[in-house]
């Protein structure tokens, strides 16, 4: 299929682009808040429970704006941290969104995931970015990071990451990419996920990503020593899956895939919100409870579940891992403050953005 203006998956994105592109040159009033030791503020897009406020509460910042479309999770975002989030981001009067200094956004995953059909942009959720895109051309954060599924970087051979980073760079900002795995950053779970980060002005010209790996928590430390009953699988179950797998692992987590293949691991594979009750089994035997689930992504254990066992494992599943936000925030605060001190107070140029809009309206 080629990519033009009726092409179903990209032809929003041309539509997007323009309008972006026609945008005046935005003369940027420097933030104050990374000088004078205030909190650094962020808002927080597609929330779920909060996986992004867990990380940026921990390094001391404030959220100041919280949006997902599920109900459950709305309250149970609420309970934990005090905020109210809004609802359906398409809704959103972006007037009434509070300026911030990190727009924070996992944004909807199921079009691009491996677990369900890799629709993209021909799925309405998939489209949701563009709503991500309006809020960033009109509140202009100094930074944003956005996570999304490892299969984003592969989606239609590339061209769906290439045209968001086309979209975030024409709107003035430097913008950079990784593939990172929480196995990484201490958790006992192999999740991995695409990492962007972006920065508003031409003086940002790298980032410093991650590269030390953090040593794994075992799995007897996130595991619960009472878990309850209904978490054990029935005897029927329990018996196939010890017919077909041996572990070398225990505790071990027992993964089976899509086409019915088992594996063990002394950790967990990605928690799926829309994966079979016993994609993950614990020793070929139960479930994970939902604590466990929260512990796999990071969550402290003072945060308190008010859901179903039902809503908490969907919840936990569409999560951000908690210590590999927090590491990225973490650097983000840090380019900002030095580049903010280093500039005086001055605002950023506008020359990259003048410059990326000539640009790509000299290809069209």
């Avoid at 489209?127 to 944003?144: G, N, R, Y």
Wanted: with cysteine; aromatic share 8%; hydrophobic share 40%.
């Amino acid at each position: 299929m080629r990519d033009t203006g009726e092409n179903l998956l990209f032809g929003k994105f041309d539509e997007v682009l323009k309008s972006a592109l026609r945008v005046e040159p935005l003369l940027l009033e420097p933030r104050t808040a990374w000088l004078n030791g205030q909190q650094p503020t962020f808002s927080d897009m597609f929330c779920g429970i909060g996986g992004f406020h867990s990380a940026g509460a921990s390094l001391g910042m404030k959220c100041v704006f919280a949006c997902d479309i599920d109900a459950a999770a709305r309250e149970q975002y609420e309970h934990v941290y005090k905020l109210r989030p809004e609802s359906d981001i398409c809704k959103v009067d972006i007037t009434q969104i509070p300026d911030h200094d990190i727009l924070c956004a996992g944004f909807p995953c199921q079009p691009f995931s491996i677990i369900g059909d890799r629709a993209g942009f021909a799925d309405a959720r998939g489209t949701l970015f563009f709503e991500l895109a309006k809020i960033i051309q009109a509140k202009t954060p100094p930074a944003f990071v956005l996570e999304n599924v490892k299969q984003l970087a592969t989606h239609n051979k590339g061209k769906t990451l290439s045209h968001i980073l086309q979209i975030l760079r024409a709107l003035g900002y430097f913008v950079d990419f990784r593939i990172l795995n929480a196995l990484y950053f201490g958790v006992p779970q192999k999740r991995e996920r695409v990492l962007i980060v972006g920065f508003r002005g031409d003086d940002v010209t790298s980032f410093p990503w991650p590269t030390r790996r953090i040593p794994i928590i075992p799995l007897s430390e996130i595991l619960e020593a009472k878990p309850d009953e209904s978490t054990f699988v029935s005897e029927r179950i329990g018996r196939a899956r010890k017919k077909a797998h041996t572990s070398k692992h225990k505790p071990g987590i027992w993964h089976e895939n899509k086409s019915g293949n088992i594996s063990s691991h002394p950790f967990s594979c990605a928690l799926r919100a829309g994966a079979s009750y016993n994609y993950l089994l614990v020793d070929g035997e139960r479930r994970l409870t939902p604590r466990e689930m929260l512990r796999l992504q990071g969550f402290p254990d003072t945060f308190d579940i008010i859901g179903t066992d039902s809503a908490i494992r969907k919840q936990a599943g569409n999560s951000v891992p908690v210590p590999m936000v927090k590491a990225i925030l973490e650097r983000v605060i840090n380019v900002q403050r030095n580049r903010t001190q280093a500039e005086g107070q001055c605002a950023p140029t506008n020359r990259s953005i003048s410059a990326g809009r000539n640009a790509i309206l000299a290809r069209r």
